[in-house]
């Protein structure tokens, strides 16, 4: 069986590659799309690269010391590497190929709806796929190679999910950094001083603001993923492991290859020759893999388990239905279909103030069903198969259920970003306004899905964060953690505080960051003679220049804060009491689990929903493009930017590498009783 | 003893009395000021009296159903009575002298300074001092009534908590919704659109506005210190009780006692008669109360404990010294004497967007430090004593420390509304501008006590609601709460959403109700023929109605979440399995206190940040008044109004109310297990 998991992980790579190639080989346009969509590969590459460049000191450090210091040694080290590697390649794939559909799938617009959405559409689906692949293959890989063999090195498996984690923080909180330090500086001095549209060629940021939606919506995005693919395999391992032995662990890569085949399938299921609205047809794509993932679950529940196999099979129905649920409830709070959307709209005509005061409340009030949907999901997960021991693999399972439709999610995301580049490049490179009549209408639908993505990466954090702590309780051998004792309660207020301060950082990074990019777009119209009439051309290379070193020199601080907090609270913490110490990690990960989660829920959905709310004055609700309601709107949508790009989206990862790196340091804190 | 401490809560009230009286035997002023005063004094009481009659039905059946179904029956029922009774009191009595010390204080601001600062001093110290003899009398006349007579009564006094923290709950959030959508209202009308100045007698809101100062920053805040006083003096004599028996119960009173003497010892040393700035007069009074009160500590634990009297001494000046310090990162993340608001002022040269990033991001940050003080006083209070019972006796006695300044802090918070009403007062009758550069002075030194005082409210709500969490342990009968079991753990994550959705229903409050208020202003300027040019005179009344109704209607849903969601979650699961209940309430408990004292520091210091860099720029920073960067600074300040007005201090009385009601239920479902 372990060979039919790597061949599925193969496949799913083959797939990405099939998709890539079909990509690459349509055309990209002309010389002026050519060198557009080419200067944001080079400045995507460019970043990507001096990023994880700078992270190699960071990881090498990490990679002797699990080396030398950790019981299983080079195992850990090696798998941790992998882990980071894995999660590097997963960003960088699918940025490759995002910067070069982008172009290709502006010249489709100039055909038709169709062919564009198809190119977009697999432009994401090659993320999508070499996510779930590269998860695969690598847990898989890891298990046949380490555990397989000496099954006492099955805990060195989580040195991989720690690489993966640490990558994808630094990953989203750099990413971040730079596509919302692009995009705010463009937009405050181009479309609100200067009064020029977006992605207006004579705009010095518009280069980085679409290198920007690549190094962040992409990359960063498919770190995180590819990350809590990995977590939550390896914590449905390590639980079944407890359980079951080796069927335990098999389950959770089954589940995963199964799901890597349903992606495959549903993602034939996009093209219908009838439609216009390119929404019907990834939905149609969703709920073929939801459907086909749920049909071969019941199977591999019911032959490879001894026992429990309707049970655990209800389970996995419930972790993928709650993707279902989360994306519906995100679809309301931030689709301009809906009301809180159009209230929020309405309160533009009362100023920027009273737009971000009833925006902000809707990320805040967006909290409450996610959360019960996870509440629920988890209940039913540990409740169903009996509790305790049973319970525990199945919030395991419940989270691999929800991640084995990472494929398809991932997909239908990083279609987003490619087709807002391409409108981008329509716009830059002056084609007729149909053509970003036609982009526009696929970009729309990318907010959706984008939005749906976002639900689906913090709720299945935040399932994944239970089964890491439960990980985590297993290695401590603890056996309560008793929160009436105050070391864990104030553990908790403690970890609930990471959350908080990170997003601090990471806002004021941005913050900081745009304000040096609204500094050199004003000296750039200013000292650039006839850059605003269109005679001249601006120094594009100079903005990304700045958003590249903003993001390198301040994704730093934010992203060392969870992992370094666990490790100094846990070991200083232990010098005096051990046990202490662990209650205190433990207490940690609750706080920061349950305040990252709603932080990032409400910051997600805040950002989205302010984001459609201009987008919705902009159809001529409430005056308009260019009324007071149209600047009140975007000032709330600028607010809205590093909520949903950069502090929200990076949440998940700060939760999950607390967990990761929780259970590496637990056996020593454990062997320091 | 307990005779000394009844004639210290009594000596505290006729202290107020001597206070309100040298007040009001001062001059108001010329007719225009004594008019404008009592149209103030109208409002706030015709809102305070609708918002109470409002609070009566619900009041009354909670009093039916203690009385009926409770096992002490009406004992409970008559303590929540009279605890919701003095709760009212405490905001009445500050609102009734506040709105009488504010024409008096402007007619003295024509005088001296020092003057005007006495009668804003004395009219806010009349507050300060009858929230402490209110609370402490209350909750000694109901030990010797109720629970000396039969020391198994002792159970029934918490119900006086949940009948103060209910009333704190609706006075918060009735008295900031009604402040801030006239505040909000009036700023965007007035200063952004039309370009009067604030308080501006042509400004249809600006009565309101007024009113708003004294219903929300003097009642609420008077409602809600009352609560934790009252809720920590609890919850210190109940776990007292369970340790030491009557010495248990006594010594949190008399520290209270002590604190007391030592605030009106401390109002004498606040008159100088040679510096300038009226500050350090407030500093020394606060010194004062805080040396005294700490040396009144070291003797009543040496006299009144039977053993760790060392111990149980430096677990109260741990709490006394947490105030301090609180105070102190609060000012360093409001006042625009330190880096943060400066920043903030200089992002808004960029425009609203970066000046509220970098605002928000500063109120994130401000968690940090208040956490880590919470988490050493709780620490310290814990171990010193030998954790355990005696650890828990602990954290109560350092909250009960804290809150033995109250007299003193209530006092210079409540002085702020006093300040800027006077200010208010000397436009609004066109006296000359030297007297409101007088009341400015005052009342910037306001601003720096009121955040104190926030910090101080939410550090004190944070250790209440951590020694009710230990006495709803006790009477719940749970000897662990164990976070590895799920349903704590989800109750964590339940109980950490609700200060979300209670945020995001109390800011949609105030922006409903400001969009109101803005139509109105906006109608008035409108249609009523001359008042701009200042020929016709506004509609005032109008203007409060609207807030008046606004406050009263939108109330009820944030006021109800808290307490209901503890009651629906608490017997809902009951009915399945009450030790599930007891677990989930408990794991609610931790999750709401951890967000929202979270929640609460960040909109608190968010917007005290806002507020104060906009009047940096005032000052001439960054093009000064009527700059752009003025404008965004507005914005922010705006923004950070329902922050730190409206949602920041309700979250006290959320998670408190929270505490308290789970005392009272906990009884019922440990009768079902």
Redesign the interface.
Known sequence: MTIFIVLAGILGLLFAFYLSQSVLKEDMGNEKMKEISIAIQQGATAFLNRQYKTLIPIALIIFLLLGFFTEHGFASAIAFGVGALFSTLAGYLGMYIATRANARTTQAAQGSLKKALGIAFKGGSVMGMGVVGLGLLGVALLYMLIAKQNPALIDSIDSFAFGASLIALFARVGGGIFTKAAD?GAD?VGK?EAGIPEDDPRNPAVIADNVGDNVGDVAGMGADLFESYAATSIAAMLLGSYLLGATGVILPLLLGAAGILASIIGTFFIYSGKESNPQSGLNRSLYVSFLLTAIAAYFLTKYVLPDHQLEYFIVVLAGLTANILIGKVTEYFTSHAYRPVKKIAE?SQ?????N???G??????S??VP??I??GT??VA?LVPGGGTY?FYG?ALAAMGMLSMAGTIVGIDAYGPIADNAGGIAEMAGLDPSVRKVTDQLDSVGNTTAAIAKGFAIGSA?ITA?AL??AF?EKAH???????H?S???G???G??IP??F???A??A??TA??DM?DEVRRQFREIPGLLEGKAKADYKRCVDISTKAAIKRMIKPGLLAPLSIVVVGFGVALFNPITSLHMI??ML??A???G??LAL?MANAGGAWDNAKKYVETGAFGGKGSESHKAAV?GD??GD?FKDTAGPSLNAVIKVMGTISLIIAPFIAAMV
């Open positions: 705010v405050l609100v309160s009362t100023g920027a103030a009273t971000v005061i009833y902000f409340s809707v990320g805040l009030e909290t409450a959360i019960m996870v509440i988890v209940t540990y319970g919030i935040a239970i702590f439960s309780a603890l056996v309560s953690l008793d929160v009436l105050p864990i309660m104030l908790v207020f403690f609930a505080m908080f301060l997003c601090a950082y806002m004021r941005v913050g745009a304000h609204i433990g207490g609750v706080g689990t349950a305040s989660v709603l409400t000032v600028t607010i590093p």
